[in-house]
């Protein structure tokens, strides 16, 4: 009796136990909410893990990370195959285009995402790179790449120039080059492509993209490729570019032994060469606004929501989306902590834009850049931008390496967009 007893209470015991294990049960579950990303968003988003869980208690943040490339070709192969999808994505603006247009992007307007109510906090050029054609606000700027020249104070000390020789024109800009090659043996920039890209991105009408309008009607016939491809042209005939390749290692040993003197990028290029591209040459750089009063937009990193990832985790990533843009803190951790220009037009009040900038021989440059990011038109993206990228600068290497007329390369190059415009 005395061991049946203990076997009956033990039972008893072990059924309350069952009892209080399936009433925790869903309080004790995790959910995981994945988002797939590339350095340094990858960053971001996991030193806002401790915020995005006081939200949501029950969820698990899983942040798969991969290089630049290998993140963008994983998520093409993802949306196109609706396969492996992520519940939430980065993505970098030069291919927000492409995404969009191919339908596979949720419209964060719409619930569960109701973006379109909170547009006017964004810096507006950016807000409108995350939209399609149609009008649908396919993703969310998370940071943006404001336009800026880099230049060496040093090398033109020693050419006898001033900043505004650099910047009051592109043409007295191209004539510094020279004056800077003759006196130091420097070159003007890493490759005349450079000029191209900037160039490109100047002097854009209502409605028109880097390459379509709108309409998707080919723009690579404008004056504004025209003299893109003359500058460059021209700084290659006076063999002022290094002809190096961005992110080559002779790129950045460019930087550190001082032989190219000016670098136009986004400004969250100065956290790299501080970080690691050139952190010896720290002092010897300052910023300035791009030359004959541009103002042009160099990457930027936005947030999209997959059409076919699972219904039941898309409130939480439109959670995410609006924690990692919508909120202060958030967007001026990331600046600090990875210098990601804020997209969130209410961060722009933080003292932190006024403080001096080591690398820079402390210039508060950031002040700068806030200015441009205000100044900087909206341009349209499309799903052939990225196509049409490497048509123009095929083009290009045609007219530096061989001597094609220009006229004729870009008429090429337009024949070839026009057949690929509307697929």
Same mark, same amino acid.
Request: aromatic content about 12%; glycine content about 4%.
């Given at each position: 009796m005395g061991l049946q007893h203990k076997g009956r209470g033990a039972l008893r015991a072990w059924s309350v136990l069952c009892l209080l294990a399936l009433a925790a049960g869903p309080a004790l579950a995790q959910r995981t909410l994945t988002v797939a990303a590339f350095p340094s968003v990858d960053e971001i988003i996991r030193a806002a893990a401790p915020a995005f869980k006081q939200l949501h208690p029950d969820v698990q943040l899983k942040v798969v990370s991969r290089q630049f490339a290998d993140h963008h070709t994983a998520m093409t192969t993802a949306l196109s /195959? #609706?396969?492996?999808?992520? @519940?939430?994505?980065a993505l970098e603006v030069g291919y927000v285009g !492409?995404? #969009?247009q191919g339908g596979g992007l949720d419209d964060l307007s719409a619930p569960p995402?109701?973006? %379109?109510?909170?547009a006017a906090r964004y810096v507006p050029f950016a807000l409108a790179q995350g939209r399609s054609r149609q009008g649908a606000l396919v993703a969310a700027p998370s940071d943006i790449g404001p336009g800026t020249l880099l230049y060496r104070t040093d090398l033109l000390a020693r050419s006898g120039l001033a900043e505004a020789e650099l910047t009051q024109s592109w043409d007295s800009y191209v004539a510094a080059g020279q004056k800077i090659k003759s006196a130091t043996g420097a070159y003007l920039l890493a490759h005349a492509r450079d000029m191209k890209d900037i160039v490109i991105r100047t002097g854009l009408r209502p409605g028109e993209g880097l390459y379509f309008d709108e309409a998707s009607r080919v723009l690579v016939g404008s004056p504004r490729f025209v003299r893109a491809f003359e500058l460059a042209r021209e700084v290659r005939r006076h063999k002022l570019d290094a002809r190096v390749a961005a992110w080559s290692n002779e790129w950045a040993e460019g930087f550190k032994r001082g032989t190219i003197a000016t670098q136009m990028s986004g400004a969250w290029l100065v956290g790299h060469m501080s970080q690691w591209l050139a952190p010896s040459t720290a002092g010897a750089w300052r910023a300035a606004q791009l030359p004959e009063g541009a103002y042009a937009a160099y990457g930027g990193s936005f947030l999209a929501v997959p059409r076919g990832a699972p219904p039941a985790q898309k409130a939480l990533a439109g959670d995410l989306i609006r924690l990692? /843009?919508? %909120?202060r803190d958030m967007q001026l951790a990331a600046f600090k902590a990875q210098d990601a220009f804020p997209a969130l037009l209410e961060s722009f009040d933080d003292p932190f834009f006024a403080q001096p900038i080591a690398f820079l021989g402390g210039q508060p440059a950031r002040l700068l850049? !806030? @200015?441009? #990011?205000r100044r900087i038109q909206a341009v349209a993206v499309h799903k052939q931008d990225a196509f049409a990228d490497e048509v123009i600068n095929t083009e290009l290497d045609k007219v530096l390496d061989r001597g094609k007329d220009i006229r004729v390369a870009l008429a090429d190059a337009e024949r070839l967009l026009q057949r690929r415009a509307h697929r």
């Open positions: /195959t #609706a396969s492996n999808l992520p @519940d939430l994505m !492409r995404f #969009a995402f109701g973006l %379109q109510a909170e990692l /843009t919508l %909120q850049w !806030r @200015d441009a #990011a």
